[in-house]
C-alpha cells in the first residue's frame, strides 16, 4: 500500500448530522471537491461549504424518494479503482469518471426505528442500501480510499489532514477500513435479526464482542488464549487502575462489585465482600463493630472508618476461606481500609475509588503487582445474558430482581421480623443471589457470617454454612480468645490455629504441629465446650436461594442460633416446614423470588 493518499475528492452523505458543518468547512480548506446528496447537501451549504450534487455525477436525478442516489458505476468505480493498475485509471478516464479519495457515511438508525416501535414498513424504509455499499467498497480498497464511518472519528481525520497537508496515511486508512466493515457488519446483523423476528423462523441473535483485556490464561493455564471483552463495543464497567487480572480475579470482581452495590443501595450503608471462586465468604455492611468483635477481628485499638468496618467484618465471616481473596468495597477507599488490605493475602480489590494515598498503600503489595479495579457506579449492563457451554449458547434476561424490604412483606409464621432481622436478611439474600447455588446463607449484626455454596441438596448448604457460623461465634469464647500463642507466629497462622483449634478433627501429626505454635499446650476445647457457647447464639438471619423442600432444614438452621428466615415458597411441604418455623419460634417470610445463581 502506498503510505499517504491526498485526499482530492470527498462523497459525504450521513443520516446524523454531527460534526458536519465543521467537516465540511475543514475539507473545503483542504481544497476537497465535495459531492453529496440530499439533507447532507443541504446542511453543508446551509454552512456555507461548496457542494456537488452527486446527481450532476452520474447524471440521473435522485429517484424512488431517495431510494436509488449513489447506486451509479460513476460513484462505486470511482471508489472501487485500483490507483496503481494502469487499466483500471484509463477505463475510468474512458468513461469520464474521476477517483473519489474519501467516503463519509453513517447508516440510517434502522435499530432504533425499531426500538422505537414502528410498524414493518417503517422499518424496512430505515435499511440503508446505499450508505453500506459505498461503505464496503471505499473499505475494500482502503489502499487509496478513505473511509469514515462515525462523526467520533472526525477529530482524527481532521487532526491528520492538518498534520500531513491534505493527506491520510495507511495505517489511519486500514484502521477506518476496519472499523467500516464492523459497522456494516453490525447493521446487517440488526436488520437480519430483526426479519428473523418477524418470521416463522427460528430467532437469531448476534452479539459483538469487542476485546478490552488480554488475559495470560483462562480457568486453568493450559486453557490460552483467554480475554476479556466488552460487550456490543460498550464500555467496561471497570478500568484497571493496577495489575493485571486473570479470569476468575474478573469473574470475582464482577459479581462481587455487583454484590456490594446492591447491598449499599438496599441499606444505606457501604458495604464489602470477600469472595473465593465465584462465591462469597463474606459481605457486610458498615454497622458499628463490638470491642469483642474488634479483638476477634485483630482491630482493637484503631480508628475505623465506616468503610474499613464493612471490609474487616466482611473479611472475618470465614477468614480460612477468604485467604487470597478478591475484595470488593463499594466506596471510596481510604488509608485507613488500605492498610487493612494491606496486611492480608489477596488477589486484588475492586472499588468505587482511591484516595491517592490509599492507592499508593495498595499498589505496593505484591510486589507492585496487586490488581486494583475501580468500579463504574454509572454503567448499565445489557438486558440480556449469553453463556457458552460445549458449543451450546444460551441466554437469559439477567437477574436485575431488586431485593428490598418489600420482599419481606408476606410473614407466614405467628412469630413477625424485626427491623433488624429485615435488614439481616436482606443481606444474606443480597449475598445469595450472588452465590453459587444451591446456597443459604446466614447473617447477623449487619454481616454475613456462614455460607453454604453450590452443594446439589438444600440441607447440606445449611450444614455447612451452619459449621462457619460455629466457627465464627466460637472465635467469640474465651477459651479461644484466650489462646496464648508464640510471639513469632504470624497473624494468618493464628487464624487457622484458632479454626483447627475450634474443628478438632486434628491427626496426630497435624496436632504436634498446632502444639509448637503456643508457649503451653492449649486446654481442650470440648464438644460440651462448643455447645455450650453456641447456645448463647441466637438473633441470627437465614435466607436461601430457593424454596426448603422438606422441614429438616429448620431443624438443623435451629443449631445455630436461627430465629428469621426468608425463602421464595412454593414447595409441596410449605405447610411443613411453616409448622416446624412455628415449633421453633421463628419468623419465616415468603420472598416469591427465587435466586438461583450459576
Not at 463499594?330 to 486484588?348: F, M, Q, W, Y
Not at 457458552?388 to 410473614?411: F, H, M, P, T, W
Not at 424485626?418 to 453459587?436: E, F, G, H, M, N
Request: charged content about 20%; hydrophobic content about 40%; some cysteine.
Amino acid at each position: 500500500m502506498s503510505d499517504l493518499v491526498k485526499i482530492k475528492r470527498a462523497l459525504v452523505s450521513v443520516f446524523s448530522k454531527e460534526g458536519l458543518e465543521t467537516l465540511g468547512q475543514t475539507l473545503h480548506e483542504h481544497g476537497v471537491t465535495i459531492l453529496s446528496t440530499g439533507g447532507t447537501a443541504n446542511a453543508l451549504r446551509n454552512a456555507g461549504v461548496p457542494v456537488t450534487d452527486v446527481s450532476e455525477v452520474t447524471k440521473f436525478p435522485e429517484m424512488m424518494g431517495g431510494r436509488v442516489k449513489s447506486l451509479h458505476p460513476a460513484i462505486h468505480a470511482g471508489l472501487l479503482a485500483v490507483r496503481s493498475d494502469e487499466s483500471h485509471m484509463q477505463q475510468l478516464q474512458d468513461q469520464g469518471f474521476e477517483p473519489i479519495d474519501l467516503v463519509v457515511s453513517n447508516l440510517y438508525p434502522f435499530e432504533q426505528t425499531v426500538a422505537s416501535g414502528k410498524t414493518f414498513a417503517e422499518c424496512i424504509e430505515m435499511i440503508d442500501i446505499g450508505g453500506p455499499t459505498m461503505v464496503r467498497s471505499a473499505a475494500k480498497n482502503c489502499a487509496s480510499v478513505t473511509v469514515v464511518t462515525s462523526p467520533s472519528q472526525y477529530a482524527a481525520l481532521l487532526a491528520e489532514l492538518k498534520a500531513s497537508g491534505g493527506c491520510v496515511s495507511s495505517k489511519t486508512r486500514q484502521q477506518f477500513a476496519r472499523d467500516a466493515f464492523r459497522s456494516t457488519a453490525k447493521y446487517d446483523a440488526a436488520v437480519t435479526a430483526y426479519f428473523s423476528a418477524q418470521t416463522d423462523g427460528p430467532a437469531v441473535t448476534f452479539r459483538e464482542y469487542e476485546q478490552a483485556l488480554p488475559l495470560k490464561y483462562g480457568v486453568n493455564p493450559h486453557q490460552k488464549p483467554a480475554a476479556c471483552h466488552a460487550v456490543q463495543g460498550g464500555e467496561m464497567p471497570f478500568d484497571v487502575v493496577n495489575g493485571a487480572p486473570g479470569y476468575t480475579n474478573l469473574m470475582d470482581a464482577l459479581n462481587a462489585w455487583q454484590l456490594v452495590r446492591e447491598l449499599e443501595q438496599a441499606t444505606g450503608l457501604v458495604a464489602a465482600a470477600s469472595f473465593k471462586h465465584v462465591s462469597p465468604a463474606g459481605a457486610a455492611i458498615a454497622e458499628p463493630l463490638s470491642d469483642e468483635l474488634k479483638e476477634i477481628y485483630d482491630v482493637a485499638g484503631r480508628d475505623l472508618s465506616p468503610l474499613a468496618i464493612a471490609y474487616i467484618r466482611a473479611r472475618n465471616a470465614d477468614p480460612l476461606s477468604s485467604y487470597g481473596d478478591f475484595a470488593a468495597l463499594s466506596g471510596v477507599v481510604d488509608v485507613c481500609t488500605a492498610e487493612l488490605i494491606k496486611r492480608e493475602v489477596s488477589d486484588g480489590v475492586i472499588a468505587l475509588g482511591f484516595e491517592p494515598a490509599a492507592l499508593e498503600i495498595l499498589k505496593s503489595k505484591k510486589e507492585g503487582k496487586y490488581i486494583v479495579l475501580q468500579g463504574k457506579p454509572d454503567f448499565k449492563p445489557p438486558s440480556d445474558e449469553f453463556k457458552e457451554v460445549y458449543g451450546v449458547g444460551l441466554s437469559q434476561k439477567r437477574n436485575d430482581a431488586c431485593i428490598s424490604k418489600e420482599l419481606l412483606a408476606k410473614v407466614v409464621t405467628k412469630e413477625s421480623l424485626p427491623d433488624s432481622a429485615a435488614r439481616d436478611l436482606i443481606i444474606a439474600t443480597i449475598t445469595a443471589k450472588y452465590t453459587q447455588s444451591n446456597s443459604v446463607c446466614f447473617a447477623v449484626d449487619g454481616q454475613v457470617v456462614g455460607v453454604g455454596a453450590g452443594q446439589q441438596n438444600r440441607v447440606d448448604c445449611v450444614k455447612l454454612a451452619g459449621r462457619k457460623v460455629s466457627v465464627w461465634h466460637a472465635r467469640l469464647s474465651p477459651k479461644v480468645r484466650n489462646l496464648a500463642f508464640k510471639p513469632s507466629v504470624k497473624r494468618q497462622e493464628r487464624v487457622n490455629a484458632r479454626v483447627a483449634y475450634i474443628g478438632g478433627s486434628m491427626t496426630d501429626n497435624e496436632r504436634t504441629h498446632w502444639e509448637q505454635l503456643f508457649e503451653s499446650v492449649p486446654e481442650a476445647l470440648t464438644e460440651k465446650d462448643l455447645q455450650d457457647w453456641n447456645s448463647k447464639l441466637s438473633g441470627v438471619s437465614l435466607s436461601s436461594d430457593a424454596f426448603f423442600p422438606f422441614r429438616d432444614n429448620i431443624d438443623q438452621a435451629t443449631k445455630f442460633g436461627t430465629k428469621y428466615i426468608a425463602q421464595p415458597g412454593g414447595s409441596i411441604q410449605d405447610q411443613d416446614v411453616i409448622a416446624a418455623c412455628d415449633e421453633y419460634g421463628i419468623a419465616m417470610c415468603f420472598t416469591g423470588l427465587r435466586v438461583f445463581h450459576h
